[in-house]
Nanobody, 121 residues
Framework: QVQLVESGGGLVQAGGSLRLSCAAS????????MGWFRQAPGKEREFVVA????????NYADSVKGRFTISRDNAKNTVYLQMNSLKFEDTAVYYC??????????????WGQGTQVTVSS
């Protein structure tokens, strides 16, 4: 089993920045990808970004390209999501995921509990 714990969500004004973190524990060995999905009220969960285990490949949803940056620290089993130039429409619960890199998205074999990001206009 794998456990994923997110942190770093909160309330920010439009144009501001936040950084999310996701720490993985448990059976985390293997060539797995990590990434983020989000779900806004009344909408389906959508893919945001993924990164391969070696960090060499990433894939972003068009809606966040140029504003969000994913990175990972395998020594800490942690993935980070730096979110800049936040927009009202970025408001959502953000979920960390662990699975297989499957361009243009990823599988989500494990989920975190989610962290709320609210952007005020």
């Amino acid at each position: 089993q794998v456990q994923l714990v997110e942190s770093g969500g909160g309330l920010v004004q439009a144009g501001g920045s936040l950084r999310l973190s996701c720490a993985a524990s448990g059976r985390t060995s293997g060539n797995y990808a990590m990434g983020w999905f989000r779900q806004a009220p009344g909408k389906e969960r959508e893919f945001v970004v993924a990164i391969t285990r070696d960090g060499r490949s990433t894939n972003y949803a068009d809606s966040v390209k140029g504003r969000f940056t994913i990175s990972r620290d395998n020594a800490k089993n942690t993935v980070y999501l730096q979110m800049n130039s936040l927009k009202f429409e970025d408001t959502a619960v953000y979920y960390c995921a662990l699975g297989l890199y499957l361009k243009p998205t990823m599988t989500a074999d494990y989920w975190g509990q989610g962290t709320q990001v609210t952007v005020s206009s």
